[in-house]
Each structure stands twice: as C-alpha cells, then as structure tokens.
C-alpha cells in the first residue's frame, strides 16, 4: 500500500471526531488500519477482515452500544468496504444513525449511506422521510448533509417527494444552500430530464446568481441541455463570453484561484459551452473571438493546469466557424505541447493534433518528423496516441505503412483495452482503403491472429458480411473469396493449434460458403481438415457448432467420411451438437434435400426468411385453445414475480369491447400499443389482411419482426451543416506548410525517418482531400457494397449497412405512409426524407454554398438537391402578383383541404433579401402537418426551388410542393410535410433548407430551423369508463406528481381537466367527485391514461402507458400549460 493511501486512511478517523487532529483516533481503528498494513498476504488480510466484521456485528446488536460508538464502528465498516469486503449488516445501523444522531452522528450515517446504497437499494426508502425532515430544517448542516445524499443515491422515482423542497432552496439566502440545490437538480436532469424542465426559467435565475460557485454549478446544466440541443441557448453567448472574460481578467475572488490560475476549471466549462455554441455559426462564433484570444494570451504555459485551459481553446478554436488569427494562434500552441520534453504534455499534443487533424490534416506535416519520433517512444501512451493521430490521417496512398505500424504495436501491446480498440480500428482502415483483395485477406487474418478472443464480435460479423453481401462487380467478389478461401486452407496444413476462436469459426464458415470455388483442391481435404479441427482440445464448442455448419455445407456426396464423423458426435453430451450431427447425416444421404436447402451460390438477396414464424401460427392457436398459457416476455415474468401477491377480482374474461374493435392491442411495451386502424398493427403483415376474423393476439410480444425479417429502429441522421466559406485561409497556416527551410545534409538515420515520414503522411499536401475551410469529398471505400433491393429479405440483418438499414426502415413504414397518403392526398407522394444530401459545396460570390453540379441543369440534378430517391411533386403556386401577404394572411393560402382542419398561428422561419420563409402546423387525427409559405420577396422570377426538412426523432414525408420549376415574384408556394413521433421528446428541433437560383448558374441556399413538441403529435382517445379501466391494467410504465389546481373557479376539477383539455387535445372519460380520469395517445398509437385527483390545493396526477418516456413528456407539458394559464 503506497504511503499517500496509508496517511489517507490514518487521517480518516480525524473527519468524523468533534475535535480536530488525529489524536481523539480510537485504538481499536488505529489497530485496524496498522494491522493490516502489515500484513504480507492476501490470506491473512481476509482472515483479519473477517475476524473485524464479527466483532463489529456483535458489537451493533448490542443494546449498550452507544452512539459514539456506532459512529466509530461505521467508519471501521467503510473502511473494511472500500477494501472490498461485504459488511451489508450494518447498512440499517447507517440508516438509523443518519435519523436519530446529533448532526456529528448524521454526517458519518449519511456519509455511509452514500458509500453503502445504490439507486436501486430498497433500504432507501426507509431514508425518505429523514430527508424530507432535514431538508426542512433551520440547522444549515442538516440541509447541506441532506442535499449532498439526495444528489448522490436518490433514484428516479423519488424525486417528485423531494423536488419541491429542493427547488424552494435555489433562493435560499445562503450560497451553500444554493449550490447544493443546484448540484442535486443537475443530478435530477441527468436521471429524469422531464421532471425537471418546468423550472427551467430558475436554471437561468442560478446563472446570474451574485455568488460564484452557484454561478459555476449552473453550468453543469447548462452544458448538457447545450450538448443536446445548441440552437435553443444561442441567446445566452453574451452571458457566457461575459463570465469568461470575467473570470480570465482575474475579476473571480482570490479562493477560486489555483496556483494562480483563475478558476480554471470554471473556465475549461466555459470553453466546452462556447465551442457547442459557436460550431457551424458564424454569428455566434463572432462573439467569443475576441476572448478566445484574451485566453489563449493569458495561459501562460507555467503549471499543469494552464495547459489544461490551453487544450480545451484550441479544441474550441478549431470547433468554431474558423478565423484565420486564431486558427494560428492555436497550432503555435499544439507546437509548444507536441515539441515539450515532458512526456504529459507530449500527449496532451497528440490529443489536440488527433482532433485538429479532423478538420485540417495538413497541421500534421508541420510535425511529422516529431510524430515519427513518438512511434518509437518509450512510453506506451505516446505510442498509443500516436497510432491514433495517424488512423485520422490515414488515406489510400498511406493506409499500408499505417497499417503495419498498427500490427507492430499490437504484437508487443499486452493491454486488452488498447488490443480491442485498435483492432477495430485496422479492420476499420483494411475494408475502406485496402489497395488490393491479397492485402485485405492477409492483414484481416493478422487482426483475427493479433486480436485473438479479445476482438468484438462485430469485427467478424462485418468481415463474413462483407464477403457475403459482396459488392456491384460479382467477378471482383469471386476473386476476393477465392483468395480468402486459398488463405484459410493454407493456415489449416500448418499449425492450427494455436488459432484463436474467432478465426477458427471465420475459416469455418468462408471454407463451408465459398470451399466450391477453389475447383483444383478436392473437397475431401477441405472434409479432412475441417475435421482435424474438431479433434483438437482446444477448440471451444461454440468453434466446433461452426465447424460442423461449414461440413454440413460440403457434405453432399462425401457419404462415407460424413457417416463416421455423424456416428461419433451423436453420442455427444452436448444437444446442440447431437442435433447438428443427426442433420449432418440426413442431408448428406439425400442430395435433393441437401440441394434445396443449402443451395450452392445462393444470392443474399433473394432469400425469403420468415422471421416472424407465421408458419406456426397455426401452432400457437391450438395451443392457445386447448388452454396453454400465452407466451410472456422475461421482463413482464419478472414484474410478476416482484408484484406482491393479492386477490384477482377482475373478470376471468380480459378482452377490450367491441366498441374498441378497430383498435389493435399488440404489445405492453411497444410505442404502437393503440393504433388508430387495424390494418396498421398486429404482428405480421397477414394480421391486416384479417380483419373482422378471429386474429391471434400474441399480447406481451413487441413487434420487431416483419415479412421482410427484422425491423430496425429508425436510423438518425445529421441535419445539413452549412459548409464555412473558404474565402478566409489560415495563412499562418498555409505560409508554414509552404515554407522550406534550408537543412543541412541528413544522416542515415535521420534518412531513414525522412523516408518513413514520407510514406506516412503522403496524400496530405496541398491536394489533400481533408481541409478544414473546405472538405472535398473523400474518396470511396475499396470495398462498396452493392444496394439491396426494398423487398428483399435480407434487411432482416440489422445494421448490415447504411443502405440495407434504410431499406428495411422504409419497408416497415410503407404501410402506415400508405394509410398516410391515402387519407392525406391523391397525389403520388414523395419518398421519405431520412437524411440529407451531402454533395459538397463550393461557395458563390455572395457567400452562399453551392453545389458543385449546380451550374448543370438542375431539373436534371434534382436526384442530388433531394438525397437520390424522392419523387417530385408539382405544387399549386399562388401567382397573385401582389406583394406576399403578412404572416397572419397566410392562413388564407392554406390548401382547401386543410382550411377546415384546427391549426396554429403562422410564424417566421426565416428570410434572406428573395425569399421568405413562415410554418404553420395543421392538426389531423393521422398526422402533424407542417406547412412551409415560401414567398418571393423580389419582383423577378425565382427558378428551381427545392424544399429538403428533415428531423432525427420524426418521421417525415414529404406530401406537396417540395420542387417548384420557378416562382413568380411578388408570390407565395405552399409546402407541407407530414409527421409522425415514434418515440415521445419533450420538444424536437426540425432543420432543412431551400435551394433556388436567382440566375442561371447561380444557386443559394437559405437555411431553416424549428422546434416542435410532443404536444403537437397527441390525440384524443375516446374510450369509455369500463375500456379505461381494463385498459389501465395493461399498462406498465407509470408516472405521480402534484401539479397546481385552478383553484379560482367554482368546480376547480373541471376547470384544471378542461384547461387541459384545450391545451394539449386530451379526452376527459369521466370526472367523478374530486376524481377524474383522462385518455390520449401519440400518433405513433402509443396511449396514455390519466388518473387526476384533487389533494388539497394540488391537483394529484397518475400517468400510465406502455412507452417509458410518454408519461414523462406528456407531465412536462401538462406542468406548462397549467403554469400559463
């Protein structure tokens, strides 16, 4: 035990003693700690532990144990804990000391608390109402302790009996009191973000508190609502740029000092904030330049943490929209870090250059004689960071003499973290820029070799997938698998013994798959050394499954060699290998079986899988009528088994009405639990078909599979990022990397690395394909794989790729855009936008991107403007020739079908000196529509207009008026979207832009943004009393909290429900006395039921539904719109 862990533990005692120093330590304590730093082994420790755990146990059942003594006894059991020995029995005696203690005796039974229980403990509820008590006291110390140990153990479900009192404290008159409040509030986000947004206004409140560590524990918050969403908190950049230019010009008391550096951590806060706010805004990044600089001015390189300060600005410099000074300022400083004799801030150097080079990898050549040094450095996380400085700069022309470099380290790496990171990473590097199929084939059996167990299952899984799926030219395919099948035969004639299981199974399979197309090698050596593999000891029964797969493949026609392996394994004690081996012997007796069911050459895309079973539907439904028990989800078993044990006087019979039929009951946890019409629901795609019969209802079992096999979840997508213009170089920059000193004549050795610097950053000049004021695109990978048709089956592999995941996302959604279009439009709709396009752009006179095709014609490009797929749709443009109507006129262009519908007001997107942009959300039972006025501001024509809108938490199809050829001026389009919330947020920022051309060859865009909630996608549900009721039952995820009563009206019940009511489109089912119940759903079908109850002046709310996150939402706005009533 070093020296700094003993002084620490021998100092310890002195925390809980009422008086100071070490010499009030207890000797039995003082024993403890001396005895077991004397100790030599493991064994004799335990032994001493346990005799200490049974004193201490009879010691705390004593009845004369006083409370001094307890106090002592639980910091002997901290100590024995942290040691990592179980001492549970005295967790209760923490708990009891914490309630009946002086405040000494609280803060050692708090502080075991904290240290003994987890969030998920059950013995916390027995601390609730302590906390509760001392959080209400007037002894300051109470409040501080109880403050301290609600922040660090006090689950989700417990926050809404604290929060009132904790949000009553953030204007307590004490800072202390604050700071705390603030701190356990962030805890609260973290955990539970809905049941805390409604004090949002009171987050800004500790911003500006006039004490600055109240100050500082705000922003905690604030960076993790500006990490999830940037463009709501834009407006608060003075504020932050004001504090940091506050804190940097040493206006900050003296104690927030540290070796002189001004509250340095409060700065690296401020910095990370101002790079969120400033990336890919102009505006906004014009704001904090000017501190940007004053910080990296004041930051002289003089302590440990100044240099942290300095890391944290060039990141922020570089995350901004660029400004030549600074960009200069920063790379002087990477310099100072990357060419420092001291090995921290060598590393500290290669971190900034590993995330600068992302965004301008020529900085590299500035260094690379440094960064050759640092490969063979004698430290292990030079190295480490090294080889991940020059993954980032990795490209075609480098990637072989990086790859190696990668492989070395491996060999003589014996960290499995380091291992499994990096493995992945030269896989990463092999598939996208291997140079031919030799090279990929044999630096893939490296990383299987090197990486060995360690290596995650999806190395392999998109090693085999890659050969499977193949790519757009099948005689290139035929070359890399006859490679790879040449490679594996090879490895298994010599010593397989020492092969790690995932490259066994690897060969297994690519020998069964693909061991036909190597015509000159008989495939009873292929038999026979796949079978020696199975004799050896080493080989793991998961190994030896996929060597029996890989022989069942090729052996038809081997009769007499299969018999004897078949006979051998069917006595295995193992079933998986018995089932393996009697199927092994079948298909190899029957060639016309074998042939129809393991097809040589098969195409991936054309196999139909069932995934969803519907073949044993028929099962399930005798089974189900001769009275087996539905099939239960091991969560929904294990709810079960925890619920306590009562009555049942519910109806035997648990069946929604007939009233209810159109409704589809699926699954207690699926976001799609009521949907609005049957055909839209149900667990195969058969079940629509059946409408009015007697379905099977597989209740409990969520729905992932389809027709089409497994049903990814919607793939998110980044919304377009507006390229900064390249107009503003570096020239600090470019100067250095176009200067050439004169060097005098070089040695050998210093030959030698000028040679290898040259192989590794080669590609990295001035024709680079990365920049950082203007990326070109980069080149293809090696291996492309080929797109997959939308009805094929093989998008039941999730994530196989971008495309395939794409695919299979737009086929489980055709049903419900069908009903969508069907119930919306007549026209032809529009395919979904699920991504933008990321053509590159270049950068017009009046400094607006531009597509790079766009001086073609772009009715011939619209594939580009639109991401590749989406039909067009004409709209019916208004050309009325006069100037385009006010907002608040707008209303009156709304298509005739969509007048009559509820909507909101109009409201401004944006504009630009052509074109104005306003929205309008209409309300339909199916969907959200958001409608886009696109007027022309100007007198002349507008050409080629094109709408893109895109969101990652919603579904959107575009419905109409997306591509107009021209607008006139002086006139207004119309243009909505449909849009559907699968999975409930409490507010949900949508992004597009609008590109059109002005003059020929001359194309702008002009980029938008908005904010929706999960209030514009909720419904009614009508259902009566007795459907509520039974529908309650079923649901699982359920939400209490008191919210404030309208209290100012003769029937304040109604009053508050109807408010409600009006606010978020809810359906009051009945109201009962001082009791009300509520229904509504998300658009998705997902339902929500609430139980409202008058307690007192509050009013006493009980959310259920099937979807964790809808009950919290759905409180969040319920808060809001009775706070602004």
């Not at 005739?896 to 509820?902: E, G, M, N, R, S």
């Amino acid at each position: 035990m070093s020296d700094v862990v003993e002084k620490t533990l021998i100092a310890l005692p002195g925390l809980f003693d009422s008086q100071t120093g070490a010499a009030k330590i207890t000797n039995r304590l003082r024993q403890l700690i001396k005895s077991i730093t004397e100790l030599t082994s493991k064994h004799e420790e335990e032994n001493l532990i346990k005799q200490e755990l049974s004193a201490m146990k009879e010691q705390v059942s004593s009845p004369n144990t006083t409370m001094k003594q307890m106090r002592e006894i639980m910091v002997r059991a901290m100590y024995c804990e942290m040691l990592g020995y179980d001492a549970t029995f005295t967790y209760i005696h923490a708990i009891k000391l914490a309630q009946q203690g002086s405040v000494l005796e609280k803060r050692v039974g708090y502080l075991a608390v904290s240290l003994f229980l987890n969030e998920g403990h059950e013995l916390l509820l027995l601390l609730v109402n302590t906390v509760l008590k001392d959080l209400q006291s007037t002894n300051l110390i109470e409040v501080c302790m109880a403050l301290t140990v609600v922040a660090q153990v006090f689950p989700k479900d417990m926050i809404p009996a604290v929060l009132p009192l904790v949000e009553d404290k953030l204007s307590h008159p004490k800072e202390i009191i604050r700071r705390k409040a603030v701190l356990a509030l962030y805890k609260f986000y973290l955990i539970a973000p809905n049941q805390v947004q409604h004090i949002h206004a009171k987050f800004r409140k500790a911003l500006c508190d006039k004490d600055p560590g109240v100050m500082t524990s705000s922003l905690h918050i604030y960076l993790q609502l500006i990490r999830e969403s940037p463009d709501g908190y834009k407006e608060l950049t003075v504020s932050f740029v004001t504090i940091l230019k506050q804190v940097v010009g040493g206006k900050l008391p003296v104690d927030f000092n540290y070796h002189n550096v001004p509250a340095p951590w409060l700065q690296i806060q401020l910095l990370r904030i101002l790079s969120l706010l400033g990336k890919d805004d102009q505006s906004t990044s014009a704001l904090m330049y000017e501190v940007l600089d004053e910080s990296l001015r004041r930051a002289e390189m003089n302590h440990n943490i100044t240099y942290a300060i300095l890391y944290e600005c060039v990141k922020a410099v570089y995350t901004i929209h660029p400004k030549a000074e600074l960009l200069e300022k920063a790379a002087r400083c990477i310099g100072n870090f990357v060419l420092s004799p001291k090995i921290n801030l060598k590393y500290l150097g290669l971190k900034a250059l590993t995330y600068v080079v992302q965004h301008d990898a020529k900085l590299a050549l500035q260094h690379q004689m440094t960064i050759i040094e640092c490969l063979d450095h004698s430290d292990f996380t030079i190295k480490r960071e090294t080889l991940e400085l020059l993954f980032r700069i990795t490209n075609a022309q480098n990637v072989t003499v990086i790859v190696e470099k990668m492989l070395d380290f491996l060999r003589s790496c014996d960290d499995e973290h380091t291992i499994i990171h990096l493995v992945g990473k030269v896989a990463e590097l092999a598939e996208k820029f291997a140079p031919d199929n030799s090279w990929f084939i044999q630096t893939m059996n490296e990383v299987f070799s090197v990486g060995g167990d360690l290596l995650q299952q999806d190395v392999p899984n998109n090693f085999l997938r890659l050969l499977a799926e193949g790519s757009e030219s099948k005689e290139e395919d035929d070359q890399l698998r006859l490679y790879a099948v040449d490679s594996y035969l090879t490895v298994l004639k010599g010593d397989a013994s020492h092969l790690p299981q995932h490259f066994l199974q690897v060969m297994s399979w690519v020998l069964g798959e693909y061991g036909h197309l190597q015509e000159s090698v008989d495939q009873h050596e292929v038999i026979r050394l796949l079978t020696k593999l199975l004799d050896q000891r080493n080989v793991s029964l998961e190994t030896r499954v996929w060597i029996l797969s890989a022989l069942t493949k090729i052996s038809e026609g081997h009769t007499d060699l299969i018999a004897d392996l078949a006979e051998s394994l069917s006595s295995s004690q193992d079933t998986v290998l018995r089932q393996q081996a009697h199927e092994l012997r079948h298909l190899s007796r029957d060639s016309q079986l074998h042939e129809g069911v393991l097809p040589h050459g098969a195409p991936w895309e054309g196999m139909e899988v069932d995934s969803s079973l519907s073949f044993l539907d028929g099962f399930v439904s005798e089974a189900l009528a001769a009275g087996a028990a539905p099939y239960k989800p091991p969560h929904q078993r294990q709810e079960e088994l925890c619920e306590d044990r009562e009555l049942n006087l519910e109806p035997y019979s648990f069946s929604l009405p007939v009233s209810l039929s159109s409704c589809s009951i699926t699954d207690r946890h699926s976001p799609t639990l009521l949907s609005v019409s049957s055909g839209l629901s149900g667990n195969s795609t058969e079940l629509s078909q059946k409408a009015g019969s007697s379905t099977l209802i597989l209740e409990g079992v969520k729905r992932v599979w389809g027709k089409d096999g497994y049903l990814p979840q919607k793939e998110t997508t980044a919304p377009p990022v507006d390229k900064p213009s390249p107009a503003v170089q570096p020239s600090g920059q470019q100067e250095a990397s176009e200067r050439i000193e004169p060097q005098p004549e070089p040695s050998t050795q210093n030959q030698d690395k000028q040679q290898l610097a040259s192989s590794l950053f080669v590609g990295l000049g001035a024709g680079s394909s990365m920049s950082l004021l203007g990326k070109s695109e980069a080149p293809p990978p090696r291996f492309r794989k080929k797109p997959r048709p939308l009805d094929s089956s093989s998008s039941s592999s999730s994530g196989t790729s971008e495309r395939s995941s794409d695919s299979s996302s737009r086929s489980s959604r055709s049903m419900t855009d069908n009903f969508l279009y069907g119930s919306l439009l007549e026209e032809e709709p529009a395919t979904s936008i699920s991504a933008f396009d990321h053509t590159p752009k270049s950068t017009t006179a009046n400094g607006l991107a531009e597509n790079t095709d766009a001086k073609e014609d772009r009715r011939a490009n619209t594939s580009q403007i639109l991401g590749g797929d989406m039909v067009i749709v004409r709209p019916n443009t208004i050309q009325d020739k006069h100037p385009p109507p006010a907002s608040s006129d707008l209303t009156a262009l709304l298509p005739a079908d969509l007048k009559d519908l509820p909507h909101s007001d109009v409201i401004s997107l944006t504009s630009d000196p052509s074109l104005s942009l306003c929205s309008c959300r209409v309300f339909r039972d199916e969907a959200l529509l958001l409608v886009i006025f696109i007027s022309n501001c100007t007198e002349s024509v507008i050409k080629d207009v094109a709408v893109q809108l895109g969101c990652e938490e919603l579904e959107t199809a575009s419905l109409r008026g997306n591509i107009m050829d021209s607008l006139e001026g002086k006139s207004t389009s119309v243009c909505h979207y449909a849009l559907l919330m699968d999975d409930p947020h409490t507010n949900v920022s949508f992004t597009g832009t609008v590109c059109y051309q002005t003059q020929p060859g001359h194309t702008s865009t002009l980029p938008f943004s908005g904010t929706l909630s999960t209030a514009d996608f909720i419904r009614p549900l009508v259902v009566t009393t007795e459907e509520y009721g039974k529908l309650w039952l079923s649901l699982s995820h359920d939400v209490k909290q008191n919210l404030k009563l309208l209290t100012d009206a003769s029937d304040p019940l109604r009053t508050t429900l109807n408010a409600l009511k009006d606010a978020l489109q809810l359906h009051i089912v009945d109201i009962v006395g001082s009791e009300g119940i509520v229904a509504c759903r998300l658009l998705s079908g997902a339902p929500c039921l609430l139980h409202c109850r008058v307690n007192g002046t509050a009013l006493a709310m009980w959310l259920r539904s099937p979807h964790p996150a809808l009950p919290d939402c759905i409180l969040y706005h319920c808060q809001r719109a009775l706070a602004q009533h």
